[in-house]
């Protein structure tokens, strides 16, 4: 298997071997956020994952997938009218009217609903 990162404990280096997450892993992982750990302090919970990839699991199971909603849309074209006249960071602040998703899916979304709108 592939060495994924080195976690450094104090100054220690150790490898972590790469291993996909289980749903089990998953459940000690939410579990120990919920509970107000930092993610150092998670990392030690979930065994053979460092900091980083705790947060950026936790990061991806917050994510929404499947179909929006029209709630989802109107609050995205709202976002969209808003921020209009802001350039830098547009997508991230538009993407902000939209909890849990990413300015990804918001810049995907948003082309998508544009474009409908102009063949109408």
Do not use: I
């Amino acid at each position: 298997m592939p060495k994924a990162h080195v976690k450094r404990e104090g100054h220690v280096k150790r490898e972590l071997e790469y291993h996909k997450w289980t749903k089990e892993e998953d459940a000690v992982l939410v579990e120990a956020k919920n509970s107000g750990l930092s993610w150092v302090e998670v990392s030690a919970v979930v065994t053979g994952h460092d900091a980083v990839s705790c947060k950026n699991r936790w990061q991806y199971l917050q994510l929404k997938t499947g179909a929006w909603t029209e709630e989802e849309e109107a609050a995205l074209l709202g976002g969209l009218r808003e921020c209009e006249a802001r350039k830098r960071e547009y997508w991230k602040a538009v993407a902000a009217f939209v909890p849990g998703r990413s300015w990804q899916q918001a810049e995907k979304k948003a082309a998508e609903l544009v474009g409908a709108a102009k063949k109408k």
